[in-house]
Nanobody, 118 residues
Framework: QVQLVESGGGLVQAGGSLRLSCTAS????????MGWYCRAPGKQREVVAT????????SYVDSVKGRFTLSRDNAKSTLYLQMNSLKPEDTAVYYC???????????WGQGTQVTVSS
């Protein structure tokens, strides 16, 4: 049974930082490229960033480039998203998932809420 557990969200002022974590089980984590996705109020889920299985390559949506850093620890089956210089428009529920399925992945956790106040 695949389980993805996201944590680390919260309420932060604009300009602040958060570090999200996602722990995976039930999948060969070290063999899967992974991604962080978000769903803002009233919007559809969209990709934020992805990372290769080895962690050697990452990609980011333009709106977070230079502010967010994606990393992974394959020994711990854990994915991280360091979020700096947060903006109110970053407010969303953040999810992790294997990136092979993209937005149509079968595997989603409960997500973690990030709220950025102005």
């Amino acid at each position: 049974q695949v389980q993805l557990v996201e944590s680390g969200g919260g309420l932060v002022q604009a300009g602040g930082s958060l570090r999200l974590s996602c722990t995976a089980s039930g999948i060969p984590f070290r063999m899967n490229a992974m991604g962080w996705y978000c769903r803002a109020p009233g919007k559809q889920r969209e990709v934020v960033a992805t990372i290769t299985s080895s962690g050697g390559d990452t990609s980011y949506v333009d709106s977070v480039k230079g502010r967010f850093t994606l990393s992974r620890d394959n020994a711990k089956s854990t994915l991280y998203l360091q979020m700096n210089s947060l903006k109110p428009e970053d407010t969303a529920v953040y999810y992790c998932s294997p990136s092979s399925g993209g937005l149509y992945s079968r595997y989603w956790g409960q997500g973690t809420q990030v709220t950025v106040s102005s």
